[in-house]
């Protein structure tokens, strides 16, 4: 059980996702960064998809209430474990009673920039899966811990641990993996680049307008959340005005509403939109958008199906990568690094 003594300003929880209901008008949700969760996952011996926290901004607090083993991913807020810092990418046991204090924007301005963390614990967040899948529909309410955001005094359960004792003893004083999200948020403090493929509707817009989409900065405004990342630079304007039907949508979709300014939809968007989609941001860089800080600048790279495919293999390749380390019982000194 993990008692919340402080849930920050955002936490809740999300697995990978819940998928297939869009007929319904239900998105996916999940894990903004899939990447995160699942190194987490498999850092304590859980299944990819088990349930964990997503933590915004940090500012949070967390007691464990039985022995057990807990891993980070995404920034780490300077977290510290009964006051020792503990580290993303890394496997830790966790004694009963111990606390988890996670800082907030002073800890991000420190040099930790990116804004989400991701807490995953040996057996998952144990509650009642709806429609297949644990995570919170925040804005639907229903699915995580009663449909909503966590709130201090709220106790969550576990389920039992999937490793078993041997397991337990490799991993007894931490378990490390190389951190692809890791080497990434180092650049966090510039520009962050996001490849791109034009959308279907991309020749609707003014030969000028495409070539800014690709050339110019923008910039990730506060108005941001787990619905959509909304951008502000260089006006795109459309050939000429008149109404859409509306089309199917998935996260990374580029939509351009009136104003001209472009939205980067997320896991929690509608499943359907009247905007014209401009573009889509390839499947293996959205853990950047996940992490990328409100007011930090993104450059929009064009690109084509067959550099998303290779880079969606090379995410995989890397977690594979991953998973033979840890079955070894650490990750292999001197393995090169597929990122």
């Known amino acids: 059980m993990i008692l919340v003594l402080k849930p920050g300003m955002l936490a809740s929880v999300q697995d990978l996702g819940r998928h297939g209901h869009r007929e319904r008008g239900i998105c996916p949700g999940g894990a903004l960064d899939a990447l995160g969760l699942t190194l987490a996952n498999r850092l304590v011996g859980n299944a990819d998809g088990a349930a964990g926290l997503e933590l915004t901004l940090g500012a949070c607090e967390f007691r464990f209430e039985a022995d057990t083993r807990i891993a980070l991913a995404g920034d780490d807020f300077d977290a510290r474990l009964n006051g020792l810092p503990l580290r993303p990418g890394w496997s830790t046991p966790v004694a009963a009673g111990q606390r988890l204090v996670l800082g907030g924007a002073n800890a991000a301005a420190a040099g930790k920039k990116g804004v989400r963390s991701w807490l995953a614990v040996a057996g998952g967040i144990d509650v009642a899966p709806v429609l297949g899948s644990r995570s919170t529909d925040l804005k639907a309410g229903f699915g995580g811990h009663q449909g909503r955001a966590l709130k201090k005094g709220d106790r969550l359960p576990l389920g039992p641990s999937p490793l078993d004792a041997a397991q337990r003893a490799r991993r007894a004083f931490g378990v490390r993996t190389p951190a692809w999200t890791l080497e990434g948020q180092a650049d966090l403090g510039d520009a962050i680049a996001l490849r791109v493929m034009p959308g279907p509707e991309c020749e609707l817009f003014t030969a000028t307008s495409v070539a800014a989409l690709w050339r110019e900065p923008w910039r990730l405004t506060p108005q941001s959340n787990r619905m959509g990342s909304r951008l502000d630079g260089p006006v795109l304007a459309r050939r000429r005005a008149g109404d859409m039907l509306s089309s199917g949508v998935v996260p990374g979709t580029v939509q351009v509403p009136p104003s001209g300014q472009p939205i980067i939809l997320m896991g929690d968007a509608q499943t359907t939109g009247g905007y014209p989609r401009i573009g889509v941001v390839i499947r293996a860089d959205l853990w950047k958008l ?45 393995r090169p690094h597929p990122g």
């Open 290 to 334: 996940a992490q990328a800080p409100l007011g930090g600048t993104l450059r929009l790279v064009q690109t084509d199906a067959a550099e998303a495919t290779q880079a969606w293999a090379a995410q995989q390749r890397y977690l594979a990568q991953v998973a033979q380390g840890l079955a070894a019982g650490g990750w292999p000194a001197g």
